[in-house]
């Protein structure tokens, strides 16, 4: 299986923070990965799709980026709407697999 | 527009099989462009993808859970469905279903149904 391994597990931040969450792969998945949001309660929704393609409808103050094994997801100007949990997740090949997560809270 | 809809029994006790149903409406199931997905999410936890059924009704399975899990389709009422075998309280989660085309991610979810395995 390849592995996904998010950083941080939980990062504070303030509105109009510039903040960025890293995704490290166990090996190559070249740009076959996506970034979802999640609320409490809600199901995830998704804000990057390979790797670094804007999910039509999403803020542009969200952007994607890297290829291989290392990947980032980056919101410029944190906005209220913003805290909530993030995931990373492949599909290069199976099982289709899930970062562990990374809470955004207030600072 | 496509939106899917869970159903399912709520409690389950362990040892029992939990049988999930995935109702599908703004796009046939029998679709050539689509992949029918199960992902689960513990209380409080990560996301874990279960597994699929293709439009031709193949399946791929998650290794972690494939010795109990079936994914089945009912074309005619454009469901897909999750049955699990053997729970224990570990399969207590949220499940959620969703559609995705090959090398893509998950755009469309559906609510998700909570299911505790509780004696």
């Known amino acids: 299986d390849i592995q996904l391994t998010q950083s941080p597990s939980t990062l504070s931040a303030s509105v109009g923070d510039r903040v960025t969450i890293t995704c490290r792969a166990s090996?190559?998945?070249?740009?076959?990965l996506a970034w979802y949001q999640q609320k409490p309660g809600k199901a995830p929704k998704v804000l990057i799709y390979?790797?670094?393609i804007l999910k039509s409808g999403v803020p542009s103050r969200f952007s994607g980026s890297g290829s291989g094994t290392d990947f980032a997801l980056t919101i410029n100007s944190l906005q209220p709407d913003d805290f909530a949990t993030y995931y990373c997740q492949h599909y290069k090949s199976f099982p289709w697999t899930f970062g562990q997560g990374t809470g955004v809270e207030v600072k | 527009q496509v939106h899917l809809q869970e159903s399912g029994p709520g409690p389950v006790k362990p040892s029992q099989t939990l049988s999930l149903t995935c109702t599908v409406s703004g796009v046939s199931l029998r679709s050539h462009d689509y992949y029918w997905s199960w992902i689960r999410q513990p209380p409080g936890e990560g996301l874990e993808w279960i597994g699929y059924i293709s439009y031709r009704g193949n399946t791929i399975y998650n290794p972690s859970l494939k010795s109990r899990v079936t994914i089945s389709a009912d074309l005619s009422r454009d469901q897909f469905s999750l049955t699990l075998t053997s729970v224990t309280a570990a399969d207590t989660a949220i499940y959620f279903c969703?559609?995705?085309?090959?090398?893509?991610?998950?755009?469309?979810w559906g609510q998700g149904t909570i299911v505790t395995v509780s004696s």
């Open positions: 390979k790797a670094s």
């Open positions: 090996q190559s998945i070249s740009s076959w």
């Open positions: 969703a559609p995705s085309r090959p090398y893509d991610a998950f755009h469309i």
